[in-house]
């Protein structure tokens, strides 16, 4: 019997949670998003995490960003210092990139179904010799494991929310369903 263990010292940690007053809220936002101005790839501008109509929403993902650095053993309160929506039309969507010059960063599902594009995160190790023999026409059925995955995905549903370093690249790729994939963006640093 070998005696070999395996330590899993940097792992990538993404958090995720779900809204327990989605219902209460989601009809109000939608409406007062819907007079939003957005460009022609689904992308508004708006500071949610400053906007009061948002007030409610934007303390509990607070509070839930503060919780996720709390597990990291970070020694500050986090603060949101950015915010957007995106309503994607069908065919956009956003390479992988990723929020450099902040700590953490979240997407909320304000309403969004798992059958639409799921938001994609990268392995930030590249490993390039490949040894597990990863191709773009093998990705799909080689078999990887908790040690070699390349990326996860995290499907679309309402009142969820993801949070993640900000230095983790991610996207979503080409909306292709009819559904609402209405998502708000976030940003955090210390306070």
């Known amino acids: 019997m070998s005696q070999l263990t395996i330590n899993t010292w940097f792992p990538v940690a993404i958090g995720q949670t779900h809204c327990p007053f989605i219902n209460e809220v989601q009809s109000d936002y939608l409406k007062i998003i819907s007079k939003f101005k957005y ?3 689904g992308f508004c501008y708006e500071d949610i995490h400053k906007n009061k109509k948002f007030l409610k929403l934007n303390k509990w993902i607070t509070k ?5 650095t709390k597990a990291h053993l970070f020694k ?14 069908i065919g956009k969507g956003q390479p992988f990139h990723a ?3 902040y700590t953490i960063s979240c997407v909320f599902y304000l309403k969004a179904s798992p ?5 994609i995160f990268s ?12 191709t ?11 040690l070699t995955y390349s990326q996860c995905e995290y499907p679309g549903e309402t009142g969820k929310l993801v949070i993640f370093r900000s230095h983790i690249l991610h996207a979503v790729d080409p909306k292709k369903t009819n559904e609402k994939r209405i998502v708000f963006s976030y940003n955090f640093d210390p306070k």
């Not at 839930?64 to 996720?68: I, K, L, Q």
């Not at 392995?123 to 990863?134: A, E, T, Y």
């Open 64 to 68: 839930s960003v503060n919780e996720y």
């Open 76 to 89: 500050y309160e986090y603060e949101a210092k950015d915010s957007w929506i995106l309503d994607y039309p």
């Open 99 to 101: 929020h450099h010059g």
């Open 115 to 119: 059958n639409d594009q799921p938001t």
């Open 123 to 134: 392995n930030p190790f590249i490993d390039m010799k490949n040894p597990v023999g990863l």
């Open 136 to 146: 773009l026409t093998n990705f799909q059925t080689i078999k990887l494991n908790d």
């Open 39 to 41: 460009n022609e790839n």
